[in-house]
């Protein structure tokens, strides 16, 4: 691998621009971004450009296909992941609530640097909703994140995804509970 690495001033406004080329097996890749305040926050930005290089063998050995679940008190939810390919995973998510009302639906996310998001579509008391979702994690599980949410064109969407909550009461560990409904 190589790689280039540029900062510089745009225009006269103190803002960096960050610039990274990177060059693996002959593919080059460049990361550009203006909104970046340091070398730090880029890294994650450039991990994915890294990631999404992988050789099949490698994705294969990193899949997170597979059921989890999370027992909380009498409740239970479950989390069927179907990776596709090296960043879309279909994820079949049914909250099975003892004292409210349950939920199941499907989401096709997007799987990258340990993190599953996508939005969430499910039937509740009869009414189709949309909700976006965030899961942390690998094939071991996967930890539920949360925040203050806005509804955006029909879609409850979290404010800051940057500013995620990662709640370890919502552990989702390997199970084959997602069969028994």
């Not at 450039?46 to 063998?57: H, Y």
């Not at 998510?93 to 989401?107: R, T």
């Amino acid at each position: 691998a190589a790689y280039v690495l540029s900062e510089g001033n745009e225009n006269s406004a103190e803002r960096h621009v960050w610039a990274i080329n990177i060059s693996i097996d002959g593919i080059w890749i460049q990361v550009n971004a203006t909104f970046l305040q340091t070398i730090e926050e880029a890294v994650p930005l450039i991990q994915a450009a890294i990631d999404s290089l992988q050789t099949q063998e490698v994705h294969d050995a990193a899949s997170v296909s597979g059921c989890f679940a999370a027992e909380i008190g009498k409740d239970l939810l479950t989390l069927e992941l179907d990776q596709q390919d090296r960043n879309i995973v279909v994820a079949n998510i049914d909250y099975l609530w003892s004292e409210k009302d349950q939920n199941q639906g499907q989401m096709i996310g997007h799987y990258s640097n340990q993190i599953l998001t996508g939005i969430y579509e499910f039937t509740s008391e009869g009414e189709r909703s949309l909700r976006e979702l965030f899961f942390k994690g690998d094939k071991t599980g996967f930890v539920a994140g949360f925040g203050p949410v806005e509804t955006v064109d029909g879609v409850e969407k979290l404010k800051r995804p940057l500013q995620i909550k990662w709640d370890e009461s919502y552990k989702y560990l390997p199970s084959d509970k997602c069969s028994n409904k």
